[in-house]
């Protein structure tokens, strides 16, 4: 089905003679730009991960992706345990469970400036 790609193609009316190689040599090409753009974009998403999930502080609101919101109490080596309801419910899981950070833990400690208010 696919030979043409195999054996190229040849002039029309010429009955033999030696096949193009172009159609493989480009789609070869192709192939290889595809599986270097593949993973250079994979390996860009898992450092931002890796990122987030070290920048990880007590005090940090995420979500999981399980879709579960809550506040980091306390962390160790592998796993966080989070907060979930006013109730007290904590829950622990994996760091590499951890979606998104939603609030910074340093963003809730900063001190709200309050807007100007201009007189016209």
Known sequence: ?????????????????????????????VFVLLMIWMFS???KRRKEEANMLNSLEVGDEITTIGGIIGEIVSMKED???IETSKAGTKIRFLKTAVRSVDV?????RAPQQPEEETDK
């Open 41 to 43: 974009s994979n390996k």
């Open 79 to 81: 796993t966080i345990t």
């Open 104 to 108: 910074r833990a340093a963003d809730k």
């Open 1 to 29: 089905m696919f030979q043409f790609l195999l054996t190229g193609t040849t002039a029309p009316g010429n009955n033999g003679g030696n096949p193009d190689p172009w159609p493989t040599i480009i789609m070869l090409v």
